[in-house]
């Protein structure tokens, strides 16, 4: 494909979809987006979304799709939006650091129908399309006289089929519609690299891994640990450094049943707090718990002892201020592209225990206590170590802040330069 190459020091035009972007409630996914859209500002380019704009279901069955795609004007058009009505909209300030909006109605879930119907990736048509589309999931599209790079993240639906909901033939089918005709693959860590060669066959030298970048809000690392304290008080009921922390989605990837086992076994008083939305099959998780479980706040130390508190979904800030004031991160997941919660941890000086094995082990490098997070006796051993053990509570603190450094969002925008430019045919 011949696209238009900027000259060495020209700015980068990058594409962006809105599909985790957007996310009021954000996941991994949709902070991945976000950090992307914030390099691409270090480093001196232009980002322009692919906005989608939710249009009438489909009735399936009823509409052939040829003339569903032409009805809904599935060829994109440039949006050009006041800034009156940017303000208006529940991201506005989101919407305004783009450089040029792309808009199709209905386009990702039309692209999911197309694939299932005609088994390849539906093409978007924009008017001055950007030279790079960077699709920040696997989505079934490609935008037409742009490279179309597509994220990775993970490979957990046919690695692991057991411990996700997404059903491993489609998944299947989506992976390799996107490997057939992407430019570049990108991803987030070496486990996951080494899934993509081997499970896909890709060669090497067409997937990238860039690693994540770690940006949290200036606004909080500046907190005073009185205020985390008092915000720990409010939200939990408890004590700063008075708990063991999870956080994340409650499901059976995140191993919530052996944490909560293992949390029992390890006869600790200090409460195991989950914080996260309920997940696929969450309540057989959190069955495990019995009449342990707790709704925050923790009215009383008899009510706490030994407890499992479950929070709900809560604002990423107040969310990394009860991260801060844990006495740890127990975080026992059994699959991950990269672990962000492991590094958020890290960076704000509180101790982490992960799997010793994939890309938690990977991220955390020797700044964690690692165990075999799928044994419930040694996982409890080490939640008694971190109970028990305020020196090793430090050592872990201290190479955590170290490890987190080497993510840094600078660092991190150089490395995508590399890669888009590179892509483009100048300097990598």
Same mark, same amino acid.
């Given at each position: 494909?011949?696209?238009?190459?900027?000259?060495?020091?020209? /700015?980068? /035009?990058?594409?962006? #979809?809105?599909?985790?972007?957007? @996310?009021?409630?954000?996941?991994?996914?949709?902070?991945?987006?976000?950090?992307?859209? +914030?390099?691409?500002?270090?480093?001196?380019?232009?980002? %322009?979304?692919? @906005?989608?704009?939710?249009?009438?279901?489909?009735?399936?069955?009823?509409?052939? @799709?040829?003339?569903?795609? !032409?009805?809904?004007?599935?060829?994109?058009?440039?949006?050009?939006?006041?800034?009156?009505?940017?303000?208006?909209?529940?991201?506005?300030?989101?919407?305004?650091?783009?450089?040029?909006?792309?808009?199709?109605?209905?386009?990702?879930?039309?692209?999911?129908?197309?694939?299932?119907?005609?088994?390849?990736?539906?093409?978007?048509?924009? &008017?001055?399309?950007?030279?790079?589309?960077?699709?920040?999931?696997?989505?079934?599209? !490609?935008?037409? &006289?742009?490279?179309?790079?597509?994220?990775?993240?993970?490979?957990?639906?046919?690695?692991?089929?057991?411990?996700?909901?997404?059903?491993?033939?489609?998944?299947?089918?989506?992976? !390799?519609?996107?490997?057939?005709?992407?430019?570049?693959?990108?991803?987030?860590? %070496?486990?996951?690299?080494?899934?993509?060669?081997?499970?896909?066959?890709?060669?090497? +030298?067409?997937?990238?891994?860039?690693?994540?970048?770690?940006?949290?809000?200036?606004?909080?690392?500046?907190?005073?640990?009185?205020?985390?304290?008092?915000?720990?008080?409010?939200?939990?009921?408890?004590? /700063?450094?008075?708990?063991?922390?999870?956080?994340?989605?409650? %499901?059976?990837?995140?191993?919530?049943?052996?944490?909560?086992?293992?949390?029992?076994?390890?006869?600790?008083?200090?409460?195991?707090?989950?914080? *996260?939305?309920? *997940?696929?099959?969450?309540?057989?998780?959190?069955?495990?718990?019995?009449?342990? @479980?707790?709704?925050?706040?923790?009215?009383?130390?008899?009510?706490?002892?030994?407890?499992?508190?479950?929070?709900?979904?809560?604002?990423? %800030?107040?969310?990394?201020?009860?991260?801060?004031?844990?006495?740890?991160?127990?975080?026992?997941?059994?699959? +991950?592209?990269?672990?962000?919660?492991?590094?958020?941890?890290?960076?704000?000086?509180?101790?982490?225990?992960?799997?010793?094995?994939?890309?938690?082990?990977?991220?955390?490098? #020797?700044?964690?206590?690692?165990?075999?997070?799928? #044994?419930? !006796?040694?996982?409890?051993?080490?939640?008694?170590?971190?109970?028990?053990?305020?020196?090793?509570?430090?050592?872990?603190?201290?190479?955590?802040?170290?490890?987190?450094?080497?993510?840094?969002?600078?660092?991190?925008?150089?490395?995508?330069?590399?890669?888009?430019?590179?892509?483009?045919? &100048?300097? /990598?």
């Amino acid at each position: 494909m011949t696209v238009p190459v900027p000259a060495g020091g020209a /700015r980068l /035009r990058v594409g962006l #979809d809105s599909r985790n972007l957007m @996310l009021s409630e954000g996941t991994g996914v949709a902070t991945y987006g976000r950090t992307l859209l +914030e390099s691409i500002a270090r480093m001196g380019g232009d980002a %322009e979304l692919v @906005l989608d704009i939710p249009g009438t279901p489909l009735r399936g069955g009823t509409v052939r @799709l040829r003339r569903y795609l !032409r009805a809904l004007g599935w060829r994109s058009r440039i949006v050009a939006l006041h800034p009156n009505e940017v303000a208006a909209r529940p991201a506005a300030r989101l919407l305004a650091r783009f450089a040029r909006v792309h808009a199709a109605r209905d386009v990702f879930r039309t692209a999911n129908v197309h694939l299932d119907i005609y088994r390849r990736l539906l093409v978007l048509i924009a &008017g001055d399309p950007p030279p790079l589309m960077h699709w920040t999931y696997p989505l079934p599209l !490609r935008l037409r &006289g742009a490279l179309n790079l597509y994220t990775g993240h993970d490979l957990i639906p046919l690695r692991d089929p057991a411990l996700t909901s997404i059903d491993q033939g489609k998944f299947r089918r989506l992976i !390799r519609a996107i490997v057939k005709r992407a430019d570049h693959i990108v991803t987030v860590s %070496e486990s996951s690299r080494r899934d993509i060669i081997e499970l896909l066959g890709c060669r090497p +030298e067409r997937v990238t891994n860039t690693y994540q970048a770690l940006d949290l809000p200036p606004a909080l690392l500046a907190r005073s640990d009185a205020d985390v304290a008092a915000e720990v008080a409010a939200t939990l009921g408890l004590p /700063r450094g008075g708990y063991v922390l999870f956080a994340g989605s409650i %499901e059976p990837r995140k191993n919530i049943r052996t944490l909560i086992e293992a949390h029992r076994l390890s006869g600790v008083a200090l409460p195991l707090v989950l914080g *996260g939305p309920d *997940g696929w099959r969450a309540a057989e998780q959190l069955a495990a718990a019995g009449d342990r @479980l707790r709704r925050a706040p923790c009215d009383t130390a008899e009510t706490r002892a030994g407890a499992v508190v479950r929070l709900p979904y809560l604002p990423y %800030e107040r969310l990394l201020a009860l991260v801060r004031g844990a006495r740890a991160l127990v975080f026992a997941s059994l699959s +991950e592209g990269f672990g962000l919660p492991i590094l958020e941890a890290m960076a704000l000086g509180t101790p982490v225990v992960a799997a010793n094995f994939g890309a938690m082990a990977e991220i955390a490098g #020797d700044a964690a206590l690692l165990v075999d997070v799928r #044994d419930p !006796r040694a996982l409890s051993q080490a939640i008694a170590r971190i109970a028990d053990d305020s020196a090793l509570c430090a050592e872990l603190a201290a190479r955590g802040r170290r490890r987190a450094a080497q993510f840094s969002l600078d660092a991190y925008a150089a490395r995508m330069e590399r890669l888009y430019r590179g892509l483009l045919g &100048g300097p /990598r």
